[in-house]
């Protein structure tokens, strides 16, 4: 991806090919950055910070709630006919990254059917909460 290279978001510490073409990209967060001030977890934040992925690279609609679940590599995806095999892509650099470490305008999540959508349409996103209290 062209904006890991040019520094504007962190390389993803896992790739999986949920399907052929298809990619799910996942980071490991700071958790304290998706923290309220009373210490519950800040929901908006982190599926505002998601859903400006997805629309950035017209990704998966349906890969930007907290409930949503990854394709395990290894297990068939039987979303489609020809069943396909999720696999691992590669496992990079296992380190958390901040929320500043993503350096793209994250477009609260109120206004973010108003975003336009650049980029494949076959990246998913998720991030990886990491406690480091």
């Known amino acids: 991806m062209e904006d890991v290279k040019t520094g504007l978001i962190p390389e993803p510490a896992i790739a999986v090919e949920s399907s052929p073409g298809k990619m799910q990209a996942i980071w490991r967060v700071v958790s304290d950055d998706f923290v309220t001030n009373d210490g ?28 949503s679940f990854l394709r395990v590599p290894g297990f068939r995806n039987d979303k489609y006919p020809d069943k396909p095999i999720a696999r ?32 494949d349409a076959t990246v998913r996103m998720r991030m990886e909460y990491l406690d480091l209290r």
């Open 40 to 67: 519950g977890a800040d929901v908006p934040k982190y599926e505002s910070l998601i859903r400006t992925l997805r629309l950035r690279y017209n990704a998966d609609p349906q890969s930007t709630d907290t409930a």
């Open 88 to 119: 691992l892509l590669y496992v990079g650099a296992l380190t958390p990254h901040r929320l500043t470490d993503f350096k793209i305008e994250i477009v609260p999540i109120e206004e973010v059917a108003n975003f336009p959508a650049v980029g």
